[in-house]
T-cell receptor, first 113, second 113 residues
């Protein structure tokens, strides 16, 4: 089975711009979550989508949004980028029961200048 | 407020010895705990988990211990190998019925040959 695929791997943007990140989950997985990782902050939960609906949301401002398509692929959008948005953005998919482990992609490294 | 804490940012161990990574949590509603391992430039991968109804779970060289009264869990790696050098994240879920895991900030393990 192919793993979780995230594109692009690296991205450099300027303050004020917007960015869209993409994630293809493992085939058959309907849950897709997004996390932000910054140095020393661990993994901060952004949101989770299941069957095209946002099911859970973390404590991030409205500039961070996402969506999921009928094929379970997901996109994450960040508008009006700030320097503090520079981070590794990780997508994870899950199948099975509520405590099924997350399967992470290799992430998109976003740098905002 | 951090609900899952990994108080040691780093740990250095000699090959063949035991590595013990610690994790504390504050939310007594957590009932499922997981450990993930992350290599540079890769996403985290699931390592081992434990339910709150158990106090120990073992998988090969990896054993997780849970002390509910102390709200503490630990990951033991025996014997440690240089390939175990990675960042280890502790995660907990179950608070408020949510299975979205809350992650700690990670502990960087270095195993010296």
């Amino acid at each position: 089975k192919a793993g979780v695929t995230q594109t692009p791997r690296y991205l450099i943007k300027t303050r004020g711009q917007q960015v869209t990140l993409s994630c293809s989950p493992i085939s058959g997985h309907r849950s897709v979550s997004w996390y932000q990782q910054t140095p020393g902050q661990g993994l901060q939960f952004l949101f989770e989508y299941f069957s095209e609906t946002q099911r859970n949301k973390g404590n991030f401002p409205g500039r961070f949004s996402g969506r999921q398509f009928s094929n379970s692929r997901s996109e994450m959008n960040v508008s009006t980028l700030e320097l503090g948005d520079s981070a590794l953005y990780l997508c994870a998919s899950a199948g099975g029961g509520p405590n099924s482990p997350l399967h992470f992609g290799n992430g998109t490294r976003l740098t905002v200048t | 407020d951090q609900q899952v804490k990994q108080n040691s940012p780093s740990l250095s161990v000699q090959e063949g010895r035991i590595s013990i990574l610690n994790c504390d949590y504050t939310n007594s509603m957590f009932d499922y705990f997981l450990w993930y391992k992350k290599y540079p430039a890769e996403g985290p991968t699931f390592l081992i988990s434990i339910s709150s109804i158990k106090d120990k779970n073992e998988d090969g060289r990896f054993t997780v211990f849970l002390n509910k009264s102390a709200k503490h869990l630990s990951l033991h790696i025996v014997p440690s190998q240089p390939g175990d050098s990675a960042v280890y994240f502790c995660a907990a879920s179950g608070s408020g019925g949510s299975y979205i895991p809350t992650f700690g900030r990670g502990t960087s393990l270095i195993v010296h040959p």
